[in-house]
C-alpha cells in the first residue's frame, strides 16, 4: 500500500515538474519573440493605405520579412509627378514558396515613368501604385520553391509597372531575370529599357552589315547613346541628329566619343550638306525616331529605296507625316517599337530575353557600352531628381540610390 503511494507520488511530481518545465519553455520562446517582433516593428509605422498596398499587390506569403523601414514613391491619383508622388513607409508582406525579397540597388528615372504617372501612357497600373519600371536590386530572400534564383544575386523585372521606386519588395520569380553583379550598378541599374530598345531596333527590323549607315534623332536619349555604342561595335555608321543648343560642340564632342560617325543639327537635315555627308558614308537602311512631327519626316527623306523607320518615342508630340513619294516611289517601311510588347511576346523564350541580356553585358565587359551620365539621388532627394528629369536639353539619366 505504501510502495503504491510513494509510486503515486512520485508519478505525480514528474508530470507537474514536466508541465511547469514546458510551461518555462513557452514563455521564454514567447518573450524571446515578443522583443524581436517589438525590435523588428519600431522603424517603420505604416498607414493602413500602405498596408493595403503591400498585400494588394503580393498577397499571402509565408514568412516574415528581413527588411527593415522599407519606402517607396507612391502616387494615389494621376498627375504632376512632384505633386502627386510621396515617400511613404510600406509594410513588405511574407515572402511566398515562389517568391523572393529584393533589397532595391537603383532605379532611374525615364520618360514612360513620368508619363505612367501622369496618366499618359499605353499601360497604367491600378492606382495606388508605386513609380519606376526599371532598376537593379539584390535578392535577400528566397521562398522554399524558387529555383531560378538564390540570395545575392542581382534582378532587374522582365516587364513594366512593378514599382521600382522602393528600398525593397517581395516580388514573385517569376517576374524577374538575373544580371551578372560584375558590371557597373549604374549600367544594371539602366540595362532593362533603353540598351534593349536598341539593339532589338539594330537586330530586328534590317539585316545590317558591317559598314552600313544608322540615322536617328534624339540621339542625346538613353536609347540615342545605347545606339552609337551598340552600332558601333557591329561596325555600323550613324549619324546623329540633335537639337541645337548652347553647348553643342561639347554634346557632340562626347557622342563622338562614344562612336557616333557624325553629329547634325536637326536643321542640317533640309540643307544641302547632307549630300556632301553622303560622300563619306552610305545612305541609310534604318532609321530611328524618338520624336515625331517634321524630324521623322526629314529622317525618311535620307534612307535608301526599301529602308525602314522605325518609330519608338514622340517627344515632339506631334504626327509622324509619311510623304506619298516616299511610299510609291522609294517603297519606305514605316514600323512601330515598344520594347516592353517585345518582352511579353517572348515571355515563354527565356532564351531570347537571356541571349539579349547577355550580349549587352558582354559588350559592357568589354568597354562598348556604358550607362548614360547619370546623376545620384537618394530617396529622399526625388523631388530634386524629378525637377532634373523634367528639364528640357538634359543628357543626364536622373537615378535614384538605395
Not at 123 to 151: F, M, R, Y
Not at 335 to 362: H, I, P
Not at 368 to 390: G, N, R, T, V
Request: glycine share 8%.
Amino acid at each position: 500500500m505504501k510502495v503504491a503511494n510513494v509510486s503515486c507520488f512520485a508519478f505525480k511530481f514528474i508530470r507537474l515538474h514536466k508541465r511547469e518545465l514546458c510551461r518555462a519553455r513557452t514563455v521564454g520562446q514567447c518573450s524571446a519573440t515578443t522583443t524581436q517582433f517589438q525590435q523588428d516593428s519600431l522603424p517603420v509605422h505604416p498607414s493602413p493605405f500602405n498596408r493595403c498596398l503591400g498585400h494588394k499587390l503580393h498577397r499571402r506569403y509565408s514568412t516574415e520579412s528581413s527588411v527593415k523601414d522599407c519606402r517607396g514613391l507612391i502616387y494615389k491619383k494621376h498627375g504632376d509627378p512632384s505633386q502627386v508622388l510621396q515617400l511613404e513607409p510600406l509594410e513588405l508582406p511574407h515572402v511566398g514558396a515562389k517568391s523572393v525579397l529584393v533589397k532595391m540597388l537603383a532605379a532611374p528615372i525615364n520618360p514612360s515613368d513620368i508619363n505612367m504617372i501622369q496618366g499618359t501612357y499605353a499601360i497604367l497600373p491600378d492606382l495606388p501604385a508605386i513609380g519606376g519600371n526599371e532598376g537593379v536590386g539584390q535578392v535577400t530572400e528566397v521562398g522554399s520553391q524558387v529555383t531560378t534564383l538564390k540570395v545575392g544575386d542581382w534582378v532587374i523585372s522582365r516587364d513594366a509597372g512593378l514599382g521600382t521606386w522602393r528600398s525593397a519588395a517581395v516580388w514573385k520569380e517569376e517576374d524577374l531575370v538575373t544580371l551578372p553583379s560584375d558590371i557597373p550598378l549604374l549600367a544594371a541599374a539602366t540595362l532593362g529599357v533603353n540598351p534593349c530598345t536598341a539593339i532589338r531596333m539594330l537586330s530586328d527590323f534590317e539585316a545590317l552589315k558591317p559598314g552600313d549607315s544608322v540615322i536617328q534623332n534624339a540621339a542625346n536619349s538613353g536609347v540615342g547613346q545605347a545606339v552609337i555604342q551598340i552600332a558601333a561595335a557591329r561596325g555600323l555608321h550613324t549619324i546623329n541628329v540633335v537639337r541645337d543648343r548652347p553647348n553643342l560642340q561639347q554634346l557632340t564632342d562626347r557622342l563622338k566619343a562614344m562612336g557616333a560617325t557624325h553629329v547634325i543639327k536637326e536643321e542640317t537635315l533640309r540643307r544641302p550638306e547632307m549630300k556632301e555627308l553622303f560622300k563619306m558614308c552610305p545612305r541609310p537602311r534604318l532609321a530611328l525616331n524618338g520624336v515625331g512631327g517634321k524630324s521623322a519626316t526629314e529622317l525618311l527623306r535620307h534612307l535608301q529605296n526599301g529602308g525602314t523607320m522605325v518609330t519608338y518615342g514622340g517627344m515632339a508630340k506631334q504626327p509622324v507625316t509619311v510623304p506619298v513619294s516616299a511610299l510609291i516611289f522609294k517603297d519606305v517601311k514605316i514600323r512601330g517599337f515598344w520594347v516592353t510588347q517585345w518582352k511579353r511576346n517572348y515571355s515563354q523564350d527565356e532564351g531570347a530575353m537571356r541571349a539579349m541580356l547577355d550580349e549587352l553585358c558582354s559588350l559592357i565587359r568589354a568597354g562598348k557600352l556604358s550607362a548614360p551620365a547619370c546623376a545620384e539621388h537618394s530617396l529622399q532627394d526625388f523631388h530634386k531628381a524629378l525637377d532634373a528629369a523634367m528639364q528640357p536639353y538634359t543628357s543626364a539619366k536622373q537615378v535614384l540610390v538605395m
